[in-house]
């Protein structure tokens, strides 16, 4: 029934029904949200995760990130009530919970998903990757000056999968004592393969910068792509920008030039393998790294 000015009246079969669903329904949240606490407190969760249950937990998630801020905070501290804790600060509570069960790692950094970093690419983004990669070929630019034909490294940590880096060094005339040497860094010129206003383009605008943590790298450009032909790979034609400055063996810079360019990388090398080199006489690297060593004490 329901009450209007006329008195009680019995209510329509459909709302009845509507009334029925509801009740059922809310029952059956109800039931969900108990299962998912069991499960919480347990360690764990629910397998598989209802469509209420993913909503909860991402409510857990958005408080632990946000608190109070978060737009669903209330329904959020309305779970974490239910639950047996012994702090007051429910959104540290939610952040524990969530961590047992592996939705977070220990050290997450929830300043990134504060500021809206999201560690995934969306999928236009990696569509375009993928056709990138598939269409990249050599460089064909006439204004773009093939350098290929320098003996460059790149030089990272010895589990690196992005090298935007490289280095080359050329002995000036025949002796560098007297003319000194002429010193290449190229930097991996990926903005040159990414279309303007494309997918890529918005979501690197977005990002700004690759983000570097202890425990993970958070990528710029999609990995398919920074990893790949925005990498300069050993044996790989790749385009560049180069900035050319001959030194004198004093560490005095005599002249230098940025250009567009293209190189091919020939070793990835990592610091262990430079101080090898370095202390090697008879390491193929020896002379150039030390000439770049030389240098580099000299300024």
């Given at each position: 029934?329901?009450?209007?000015?006329?008195?009680?009246?019995?209510?329509?079969?459909?709302?009845?029904?509507?009334?029925?669903?509801?009740?059922?329904?809310?029952?059956?949240?109800?039931?969900?949200?108990?299962?998912?606490?069991?499960?919480?407190?347990?360690g764990?969760?629910?397998?598989?995760?209802?469509?209420?249950?993913?909503?909860?937990?991402?409510d857990?998630?958005?408080?632990?990130?946000?608190?109070?801020?978060?737009?669903?905070?209330?329904?959020?501290?309305?779970?974490?009530?239910?639950?047996?804790?012994?702090?007051?600060?429910?959104?540290?509570?939610?952040?524990?919970?969530?961590?047992?069960?592996?939705?977070?790692?220990?050290?997450?950094p929830?300043?990134?998903?504060?500021?809206?970093?999201?560690?995934?690419?969306?999928?236009?983004?990696?569509e375009?990757a993928?056709?990138?990669?598939?269409?990249?070929?050599?460089?064909s630019?006439?204004?773009?000056?093939?350098?290929?034909?320098l003996?460059?490294?790149?030089?990272?940590?010895?589990?690196?999968?992005?090298?935007?880096?490289?280095?080359?060094?050329?002995?000036?005339?025949?002796?560098?004592?007297?003319?000194?040497?002429?010193?290449?860094?190229?930097?991996?010129?990926?903005?040159?393969?990414?279309?303007?206003?494309?997918?890529?383009?918005?979501?690197?605008?977005?990002?700004?910068?690759?983000?570097?943590?202890?425990?993970?790298?958070i990528?710029?450009?999609?990995?398919?792509?920074?990893?790949?032909?925005?990498?300069?790979?050993?044996?790989?034609?790749?385009?560049?920008i180069?900035?050319?400055?001959?030194?004198?063996?004093?560490?005095?810079?005599?002249?230098?030039?940025?250009?567009?360019?293209?190189?091919?990388?020939?070793?990835?090398?990592?610091?262990?393998?430079?101080?090898?080199?370095l202390?090697?006489?008879?390491?193929?690297?020896?002379?150039?790294?030390?000439?770049?060593?030389?240098?580099?004490?000299?300024?």
């Amino acid at each position: 029934f329901e009450y209007t000015e006329a008195g009680y009246i019995a209510r329509r079969r459909e709302a009845v029904e509507e009334i029925q669903v509801r009740r059922r329904r809310e029952a059956e949240n109800m039931e969900a949200a108990d299962s998912l606490i069991d499960e919480l407190l347990r360690g764990s969760l629910p397998s598989p995760l209802t469509q209420h249950q993913e909503l909860l937990v991402q409510d857990l998630r958005g408080y632990a990130v946000h608190g109070d801020d978060y737009a669903r905070a209330r329904a959020a501290r309305s779970l974490l009530e239910r639950t047996d804790h012994r702090t007051r600060d429910l959104q540290r509570r939610s952040f524990d919970l969530l961590v047992a069960v592996g939705v977070f790692s220990p050290d997450e950094p929830l300043e990134l998903h504060r500021a809206g970093v999201d560690e995934e690419f969306h999928g236009d983004a990696l569509e375009e990757a993928a056709s990138l990669v598939q269409s990249v070929g050599h460089p064909s630019d006439p204004r773009r000056r093939d350098l290929t034909s320098l003996d460059v490294v790149t030089i990272d940590d010895e589990d690196a999968e992005d090298r935007d880096d490289a280095l080359s060094l050329e002995v000036v005339g025949t002796d560098p004592m007297v003319s000194g040497y002429r010193i290449g860094v190229h930097i991996a010129d990926a903005g040159a393969l990414i279309p303007q206003g494309g997918a890529i383009d918005r979501e690197a605008d977005r990002r700004m910068a690759t983000v570097y943590l202890p425990e993970r790298t958070i990528g710029m450009l999609p990995p398919g792509f920074s990893q790949r032909v925005g990498s300069l790979d050993p044996g790989e034609v790749r385009l560049s920008i180069s900035v050319l400055a001959t030194v004198e063996h004093s560490g005095a810079v005599k002249e230098w030039e940025v250009t567009p360019s293209a190189v091919r990388s020939r070793a990835a090398l990592s610091y262990d393998d430079v101080d090898h080199a370095l202390m090697d006489a008879d390491s193929p690297w020896h002379k150039m790294l030390s000439g770049l060593s030389q240098v580099a004490q000299a300024w």
